[in-house]
């Protein structure tokens, strides 16, 4: 045996160095192509995948016709951490890709130095006209305040470039169902009698379940309870862990909830709406009989109504905004979603990109591939439904951002968990707040 | 390219390596006196594979460990903290007795159904046949089973066409629908049912193999002494297939304490349907890196007699050959 591997050795080492040393030269060239360390290319991640990626493409081909810079897009819905771990480990991270949702998290990438001043990347000329142009609930905290992470502003400066937007809690309606004027108030609402607009059997539609993220749909309806109930302040707070579940404001919001999803209020009752995606929530809005007159849900919805059911925007279907809770003082409160870039590597191909984003010119391609909203205030829509949510987004005075989503994980999946056992059992609601409660004294913390 | 590149090192790289290392290692072995060969020689060529098992299992098991006395930024010592939330958390101890009713319910149905299915089939001409449809849920991979349930277990509202198939077949003796996953009457239970439908036809076929090792003479014997077949299904087949029987349970009872996919997938654990591993999951995803690691322990301290038992077994079994 071993003489054999010793005839056998100095050839075969021979052999192998060499295929080591060929493989060690190919690896490295083959990486090196990847990098956007140049200035004439630039790697960029994103969670967008089919049309909204076909979208960003667009977007993105006459900044590479004009600059000549090369746009290396990567899909990726797990950025986050791989950029955390990225950070944590001092290897490459993208040039450009989306900041982190987490306020912590935020917090601590501005001083590790990780993101990269949007005033920097934009100088101050072209930052002024960003600041003036954009949304100003995306890029301006509360009065007086330096800080506001859910937006990406730490001491005054931005980390996040604002490009696209969407506003949640709008009510869907079928315009051949649901003749009567937009009720005002919340109570207008419930009292609407369904059966009067075309037999319809019940006021509201819902659908919960979202895979692994069910219960979501139900997260973004009592949002939009809680910020126009009791308020910004209350509701910020409350995100951040400072109010808790039990608290008479976050109660109520419960209660209110409630309302939406009971036996008699909801399409089907409380299972149905637990077991429908809410994809094909609407679609009995435009059965017949109608099997409810409204679906609370966000702009994107559109898109699910016409493929599922070939039904038209502003034609047949159309929506009404939030109606008020009672308070006009937070009428103003509204529920919205933004899409956003950072820049991890300040270069000159970077900055250049995250310039030309924040122009009209690129923007107006997103809106127009329909939608979305952009950030900047001025775009033509030709969608009738986005010239409206534009309308609401610009009269917002805070844009606030969804609960879950800011919270910590645990939180977040404890918090959508709940609305769904709830609304399964509201005899639980008491038990359930007080486990949140538990639930939120441990997630806040680090241990 | 990078890809193939790495496959490329992966698998001519690291052989190489390894040849060279033993090439290199004999030609060093060889030049000591004989009785000192003797001595190292089983050591050297042992090492490598210690080396791995080491690295990609003792180190990791070790820090899993450290881990769970650790708070989740590993920065400090916090005793028995997570494992005092494992056990006294109502997410964790909910998830606890799911994998208790996993446990037993998931390991006692599928190999006592694999057993009665071998049994029974073993008496039957249309054996084969009867065996495939049985074990063609088991190549099936968890995340497609789970996805072909979560549709036959659909629910849609009261009144309307029902898309899911239970639903529909009830309909027809006129019951309302119900929603299984849901309900949490039923939804523990359909989840255990979808990993029974999954697994019975591995139980069954290794069992039915070591029922065809049973040599016919026993039985005949049996017959002659007036055994009725009852009581030869008892008292001969049973303690004969004893030893096959606990290797499929204590498997059984390891992949009931690890259920992961169909919970993750069918409800993400909502509805109080949690178990210990999707627990461990959602910990780690939720940074707490502690708490997950404690999980860990506890899980591994739970399958560890399990495995000591098979490895007996299998210890017994190379004795009597």
Known sequence: MAEVFARLSSRAIALGLGTLLLVAACSTGGTTGNQGASSTDVTVWTAWGGDELKA?????????????????????????????????????????????????????????????????????????????????????????????????????????LMVKTQVKGLFWYNKKVFTGTAPKTFDELLALNPSQYGGAKNIFCAGFESGAASGWPASDQIDNIIMRQSGDQIYTNWIQGKVKFTDPAIKLGYQTFLKEVSGSTVFGGSNTALSTNFAKAGDPLFNSPPGCLFLEQATFIANFFHQNKGVTAGTDFDFFAHPSMGKTEFDGNVNGFYDQFSMYNDTPAARQLLQYLATKDAQQIWANAGGTLGAIKTLTYNDPIYKRAAEIANGAKNLLVTAGDFMPSDMQKAFWQSLLNVTRDPGSLDSQLKHLDQVQAAAYTTS | ??????????????????????????????????????????????????????????????????????????????????????????????????????????????????LVIAILLDRVRYESLAKIAIFLPVPISAVAASIIWKFMFDYQAPGTPQTGTLNALIGTIGHEPVAWLINSTTNNAALIFVGIWTVTGFCMVIISASLKAISTEVLEAARMDGANEFQIVRLVVTPLLWPTITVVGTTMIINALKTFDIVYVMTNGAYDTDVIATQMFSQLQHSHYGRAAAVGVVLFIAIVPLLVVNIRRFQQQEEQR
Do not use: C
């Open chain 2, 1 to 114: 390219m990078d890809q193939i590149i790495t496959a490329a090192v992966a698998v001519v790289a690291v052989p190489l390596v390894l040849l060279g290392y033993i090439v290199l290692g004999e030609r060093v072995i060889e030049a000591l006196p004989d009785r000192l060969q003797v001595a190292i020689r089983p050591y050297f060529w042992a090492l490598p594979a210690i080396g791995f098992a080491t690295i990609f299992m003792i180190y990791p098991l070790v820090r899993t460990v450290i881990i769970s006395f650790r708070n989740s930024e590993d920065s400090d010592w916090i005793g028995f903290a997570n494992y005092k939330y494992f056990f006294t958390f109502p997410d964790t101890l909910t998830s606890l007795r799911n994998s208790l009713l996993w446990l037993i319910f998931y390991t006692s149905i599928s190999v006592i159904l694999g």
């Open chain 1, 56 to 160: 960003f493409r667009d977007v993105l081909k006459p900044f590479t016709d004009k600059t000549g810079i090369k746009v290396h897009i990567t899909t990726n819905r797990d950025s986050t951490n791989q950029i955390a771990n990225g950070i944590a480990a001092g290897t490459d991270l993208p040039d450009v890709a989306p900041g982190p949702t987490d306020p912590t998290q935020v917090k601590s990438w501005v001083s590790k130095g990780a993101l990269k001043p949007i005033e920097t990347a934009l100088g101050s000329d072209q930052f002024k006209s960003y600041i003036d142009n954009t949304y100003p609930a995306l890029t301006t905290p509360p009065s007086g305040q330096s800080d506001n992470p859910y937006i990406g502003v730490i001491n005054g400066k931005h980390y996040f």
